[in-house]
């Protein structure tokens, strides 16, 4: 009787639904739903019940109807439908576009569902424009950062300005804008917007705009100002020089050089000078030198050059002392970028006289500013010769009368660097005999003295990365301990605070490791400049090898390697690529002695190398390389490179199989391939992935032995993944040819290798036995001799290979039985197998019951 009642209900109920009268209509969908179970019927009375809610504007109710209907009968297209429409006006629109997608499935022909797609899809596209519009998103946090509020409420405010999915992404992050590391979040908001509006001119110049804005208001702080010029680095300058457009250098030049200058020209000292961290002068200078680089003709430099000329001799003023002071902290700050550039400049009317000037000014800022500056001036030996003839007088009154201690440090690092103007010539010493040895013990004295701020101290290490060209001074730093752990507790505290040491450090690190280039002398040219009177540069004798072992056993024992880990992990823009390519050199340097590269793997050298092997110079990059060949040719790979990071190594490892590489490149980095293939399939499928196989073919032919050896030690281990076993099975190829040649060889390493690979390569695929029978006629021959080798584990190759072989056809094993093998290996079979012998007897065993099997043979008892 109920259910009767409830198909009697629902009827009613559609009378008054085409009558328009949809509350009536709904009343009786809802007495109905109560008096049924029948589950057509509950799917029919719900869909009726969602198509009054679309029609009272009731939505909500609308969609949970449609939604159990849909639970009922997921393919119920009405109630797909009216989900759709009740979901479209509530503003889901993801949602509605599903539901009409599947109705458009069960019904393509239906021209109403293809017109809903059609619109939902042009809303969705409009929605998320506005949801996530660059203009929009970036005005808004821009406004925030650039607010008077409290500091501590902008990335609650900035996060509240993202989508929901980026804020949770932030979620587990501390709010603490005010950190020593700076608004990290903030900064990867602002990269995230810039990657959405990479194609859309008009959003990256709104950006970039926003972006200069920062770098001159007084409203930002010293973190926000670095973080803006963090991402002017990294995403202004052509990161491929082959790229032709660098439209966005020419609109940061235009719009922004002079507001990069005034950053450059701040002087801590001064009332005027904007918030400022320790690293945000570089920061500027190093993009600076990017914009500079990236330009591509002289016009685009001339044009560059006249800006920088137009603001600095703007800043002159006999009447306002600070306004000089900033022209040449300007000045200073170019030539730590673009040097030629800064070079031009210093021949300005005024500039050098205006140093000279402020290096007798009895202001201490004026002294500091003009010291810098001479500092920076004195890069280059032409340069340095003006001014030894010019300011080191003045340098040295400043030093001896001065009580101000950043001043005086300063002073002495301008001396130095005017003391290594000749660099490593032994003959061009620019002092008397002994007085950089002097120079540099204070610079030590300094370095170790705790109670000078870290800036200052900074300034000593400044001067040894001059100093420390003079063999005599890397000799005496080297054995002054503390002086060494000093200057590395100074780069591991650069992951916090001033990360300007970093070059400094590395610079003294390679002139100490002598991993600079050095150019080759040849012998003939010398006697020639010689007879014609020309200088020729004369070596040190404490920069001979044995010297130099001696001091990179000191660093190591000093901890040298936990240190240059430290400086590799400092994400900024101040980790430049030439800084990266000298901690590079460093490494390598280290690495040399096998006997060390335990001790650089233990203080965390292996893993520090890999982002040195995949980002910066190319140089740089190869020099990471070959010293991760050689601790990957010597180290178990999974306490070197734990976890995933092993499979980063193996790109970097094939890149020195370049034949542009040295032999001892390319010799250490199949070392390391074969120690890393013997690890894991994985490993093996990511070299293969590489496209290094063809490379360690080709190396297999090469004409020298140890090479030879080490591309077939490499392929032995490669050729148990079934991709490399493929094209050994493939037709058309010498590959297996190569391989039982080089079993024939006279050299018991590279025979073992060959006959690994190839035992390994009969054992898996009975085809290839029968193909090595067919790839040179000499193969019986080279067997035989591979199952008598005096070499216990070569023998024992060779007799796994003739297993394979018996084992593989019946035919081609009586064809070996009829040959002299089948006395070999009765010989070696009837031997009293000992320790040592116990395999080979053992396998030559099996060899012959293999035979006994097939009948060819019978027991002697």
Request: charge should be neutral; proline fraction near 3%; charged fraction near 25%.
């Amino acid at each position: 009787m109920a259910e009767v009642e409830a198909v009697q209900l629902k009827e009613e109920g559609n009378r008054h639904f085409q009558h328009q009268d949809y509350k009536a209509a709904t009343k009786s969908y809802s007495q109905a739903l109560k008096l049924t179970k029948d589950k057509a019927l509950l799917a029919t009375l719900y869909r009726n019940r969602a198509a009054c809610g679309l029609k009272t504007e009731s939505y909500v109710q609308a969609a949970s109807d449609a939604s159990r209907a849909i639970d009922i009968n997921s393919s119920d297209i009405k109630a797909l439908y009216r989900r759709c429409q009740a979901l479209e006006h509530l503003g889901k629109l993801d949602q509605a576009f599903k539901d009409v997608q599947r109705c458009a499935t069960l019904e393509p022909r239906n021209q109403n569902f293809q017109e809903t797609l059609r619109r939902l899809n042009t809303s969705i596209q409009e929605k998320l424009h506005v949801q996530f519009s660059t203009d929009s998103r970036v005005q808004k946090m821009f406004e925030i950062l650039l607010d008077e509020n409290s500091e501590s409420d902008k990335l609650e405010k900035v996060s509240a300005a993202q989508p929901a999915g980026q804020q949770r992404a932030h979620a587990g992050r501390p709010h603490n804008y005010t950190s020593p590391a700076g608004p990290a979040p903030i900064s990867g908001l602002l990269l995230a917007c810039w990657r959405e509006a990479e194609d859309t001119k008009k959003d990256l110049k709104q950006i970039t705009s926003h972006l200069l804005d920062m770098l001159v208001s007084k409203k930002v702080s010293g973190q926000g100002r670095d973080q803006a010029l963090n991402l002017l680095n990294k995403n202004v300058p052509r990161k491929d020089l082959a790229i032709h457009d660098n439209s966005r250098t020419i609109y940061v030049v235009d719009n922004g050089l002079r507001k990069i200058l005034k950053v450059v020209g701040q002087v801590p000292d001064l009332p005027s000078c904007l918030p400022l961290t320790d690293n945000t002068r570089m920061l500027a200078s190093i993009l600076i030198n990017k914009l500079y680089d990236d330009l591509r003709c002289d016009p685009e430099r001339d044009h560059f050059r006249k800006i920088c000329e137009e603001y600095i001799t703007g800043k002159f003023d006999p009447q306002d002392m600070d306004k000089n002071v900033i022209a040449i902290q300007t000045v200073s700050g170019i030539l730590q970028g673009p040097f030629d550039l800064g070079n031009q400049l210093l021949g300005l009317k005024g500039v050098m006289e205006m140093m000279v000037a402020l290096c007798g000014s009895e202001r201490d800022v004026d002294q500091l500013v003009a010291v810098e500056a001479l500092i920076h001036a004195s890069t280059k030996l032409s340069r340095a010769t003006f001014i030894i003839t010019n300011g080191v007088s003045l340098l040295k009154e400043i030093y001896k009368t001065t009580k101000n201690e950043k001043i005086k440090i300063r002073t002495l690092v301008g001396l130095c660097k005017l003391g290594s103007a000749g660099g490593t010539d032994y003959a061009l010493r620019q002092f008397a005999e002994g007085s950089t040895e002097k120079l540099a013990k204070q610079c030590r004295k300094w370095l170790c003295n705790a109670s000078i701020d870290t800036r200052t101290r900074r300034w000593a290490v400044e001067g040894l990365a001059y100093l420390t060209l003079d063999a005599d001074v890397k000799d005496d730093f080297v054995q002054d301990i503390p002086a060494l752990q000093a200057m590395f507790e100074l780069a591991k505290a650069s992951m916090t605070s001033d990360k300007t040491v970093l070059y400094s450090v590395a610079t003294t690190l390679v002139n100490c490791t002598n991993s600079y280039d050095v150019k080759e002398v040849i012998p003939e040219l010398v006697q020639l400049a010689k007879f014609s009177k020309q200088h020729v540069p004369e070596e040190h004798p404490k920069d001979k090898k044995d010297f130099i072992d001696i001091r990179v056993k000191r660093l190591l024992k000093a901890g040298v390697t936990s240190a240059l880990a430290c400086m590799v992990k400092a994400d900024s823009a101040i980790l430049t690529d030439q800084t990266k390519e000298l901690l590079a050199r460093v490494f390598l340097a280290l690495c040399d002695n096998p006997k060390d590269r335990g001790t650089i793997v233990a203080q965390g050298g292996g893993k520090a190398l890999i982002p040195l092997a995949l980002e910066g110079t190319d140089v740089g990059k190869v020099k990471a390389a070959h010293a991760l060949a050689k601790i990957a040719a010597v180290s178990n790979p999974d306490i070197a490179f734990p976890g995933e990071r092993v499979y980063e190594v193996v790109r970097p490892l094939v890149s020195l199989l370049d034949t542009q590489r040295d032999g001892l490149q390319n010799y250490e980095a199949l070392l390391g391939l074969t120690n890393l293939s013997g690890r894991s399939d994985k490993l093996r499928q990511k070299i293969f992935k590489e496209r290094a196989l063809p490379d360690i073919e080709n190396y297999m032919f090469e004409n020298h032995d140890q090479l030879r050896q080490a591309a077939t030690e490499c392929m032995c281990n490669m050729v148990v993944n079934k991709e490399v076993q493929e094209r050994f099975l493939a037709d058309g190829n010498d590959r297996l040819k190569l391989i039982v040649l080089l079993c024939g060889e006279d050299d018991d390493k590279l025979q073992n290798a060959a006959a690994g690979a190839l035992a390994m390569l009969t054992a898996t695929h009975k085809k290839l036995c029968l193909k090595m029978t067919q790839v040179t006629t000499q193969w019986l021959e080279i067997l035989q001799r591979l199952c008598l080798h005096d070499r216990l584990s070569v023998q024992h190759r060779g007799l796994v290979i003739a297993y394979n072989l018996l084992a593989a056809d019946a035919e081609l094993a009586k064809k070996l039985v009829e040959s002299e093998l089948l006395e070999i290996l009765t010989v070696v079979g009837k031997q009293e197998p000992d320790e040592k012998k116990a395999a080979v007897v053992q396998t030559a065993r099996e060899c012959l019951i293999k035979c006994m099997d097939y009948g060819f043979i019978k027991p002697v008892s």
